[in-house]
């Protein structure tokens, strides 16, 4: 386990983390993941130590991922209002721990785990502990996640991760994208949901694995394929076929991918963000798969990063 004794980060505290040819580096600010090396090739596209992170890469989303329509939802007969994080959409984007510090709780050479407490607050009533698990494995990256409802009464909730993949080297355009999901969410121009469709025979449908080309998604696909253990993986390769694969279990039936375009400079377009949802956007207010954590619940989830060669 290796530490940075530096002046203080945007991100805070770095810890690295190696297994083999692999390391990865979790920081304090979010809990989220930075890097993640495997093979001597950045798989992940992260950020340095001295920015701030742009466009969520790497942070966990809790207690919902996603957006919530003008902050405003009801739950157990009250009507809650949270911030706008979002002003150009009025929405409230990707909930409310991806600017905490965690604290590390445990540590070793190939594995760390650290929490932070999300205390009850104007919109969000409810305390919850969160838990991230992160590991180096033959396999590749593991995450591993818990929730803890703290209160004394039922809260609702929704869990995502937010990576970027990439090939570096292979724009997006020549990316070949596979999404086990068999429809997806129309959305507005606030990129909130209003009709659910499916992808076959349609410039969505990427059950087969193809090349993105010039599409642009901001789009979240359900009706998963499940394996055998009961989850699905989403795969992105370049022309060579290397590229990696990130799986998610059961607790996740929904996949958000977004190609880039709005994000700032050469970011744009550079990566595909791949994200493994328990819920769909505006879940809050739609009901739709969100979770309800009774007191003292824990609510548990794992996904994984995996390099596929050539």
């Known amino acids: 386990m290796a530490f940075m004794d530096t002046p203080p980060y945007p991100s805070g505290a770095q810890w690295t983390i190696s297994h083999g040819d692999q390391e990865a580096v979790v920081v304090e600010v979010g809990g989220g993941l930075r890097t993640w090396r495997a093979g001597g090739v950045d ?80 919109g969000y009533p409810w305390s919850l502990r969160l838990r991230n698990t992160w590991s180096l494995t033959d396999e590749g990256l593991v995450g591993e996640h818990t929730v803890t409802n703290l209160s004394g009464e039922p809260a609702p909730f929704g869990f995502s991760i937010h990576p970027y993949l990439q090939v570096p080297g292979v724009p997006v355009d020549d990316l070949r994208l596979h999404v086990p999901a068999d429809t997806r969410l129309m959305s ?19 059950t087969t694995p193809r090349r993105i080309g010039e599409m642009q998604l901001d789009t979240a696909f359900t009706g998963v394929s499940r394996d055998e253990e009961g989850g699905s993986a989403v795969t992105v390769t370049g022309p060579d076929g290397r ?12 996949w958000q991918v977004f190609t880039g375009d709005t994000l700032p400079g050469e970011r744009r377009r550079r990566s595909v963000a791949v994200e493994p949802m328990t819920c769909p956007p505006d879940a809050f207010r739609s009901g739709r798969d969100v979770i309800v954590l009774e007191p003292a619940q824990t609510w548990r989830a794992t996904w994984r990063l995996s390099p596929i060669s050539a």
């Open 43 to 122: 798989w992940v596209d992260g950020y340095a130590p001295e920015e701030i992170c742009v466009g969520a890469a790497g942070h966990v989303l809790a207690p919902w991922p996603n957006r919530i329509r003008d902050g405003q939802y009801e739950f157990g007969g009250q009507t809650h209002q949270v911030a706008l994080t979002e002003p150009e959409t009025h929405t409230a984007l990707h909930g409310l721990v991806r600017w905490l510090p965690w604290r590390l709780v445990d540590a070793s050479d190939s594995a760390l785990t650290c929490e932070c407490t999300l205390y009850a607050q104007p």
């Open 188 to 206: 507005d121009s606030r990129l909130l949901p209003v009709a659910a469709v499916a992808v076959e025979g349609t410039e969505y449908d990427f």
């Open 243 to 254: 590229g990696v694969r990130l799986w998610a279990d059961s607790a996740f039936g929904w």
